[in-house]
């Protein structure tokens, strides 16, 4: 079934096109290495990734602000570990994160050729609730930023997917209309269910294969796009 008015693609970033997964871990181990810590990234992951994503929730509610999630997220996870570290040092290592993270730049598998075979087609963009000034370094770092003509960030917008004003500023940005506009992304409440309410198509891009009936047009792999567009 192809989507047949549509003019303007947007994308989430994170988990969707750039392997945060990945990216992050790498990331950790670089920080822990330079720091000399015992910690295994395995153990580590395991419990950081769900704490992760817990303030990751509470952020786009705006029950926590950016620092409390890059500091709350490693404390949590320290003390989960039973890993005494102090509040300095905690501090210190969400600031190296941060400066890590858009070092390493792996994308999903996939990325690169169904950009390069929408780009001729439709004008592509992001709309991320990711920190501003770290999403423009994962783009152009990974050398995608020449694929969109416009990026907007939940920091730019002033509020986080799936506020509708996210996506109301994305679009005049295009100078676009949602009836026109389709969004990817990988998160149901944000992506999906954010864009839908505000009038646009919308693909569910599920990225862990959970493959649950959504009741949307789903992918498993982002080639799939190309049964669609």
Known sequence: MKLNEIEHIYFDLDHTLWDFDKNSALAFEQMFTKRKLPLKIEDFLEVYVPVNYK????????LVSKEDLRFG????????????????????????????LPVNNHL?????????YLKPKYKLHIITNGFEEVQHKKLTNSGISEFFSTVTTSEEAGVKKPHAHIFDTA???????????????DNLEADVKGARDFGMSTIYFDYYKKRAEVGEIQIQTLNELRDYL
């Open 55 to 62: 303030y990751w929730e509470l952020y786009r509610d705006n």
């Open 171 to 185: 679009l005049k940005k295009a100078m676009t209309s949602p009836s026109r506009s389709l969004m990817i992304g």
């Open 108 to 116: 999903l598998e996939g990325s690169l050729e169904i950009l390069n």
């Open 73 to 100: 997220r490693l404390k949590d996870s320290f003390d989960l570990l039973k890993i005494e570290a102090s509040t300095q040092t905690i501090n210190e290592l969400s600031v190296e994160y941060i400066d890590f």
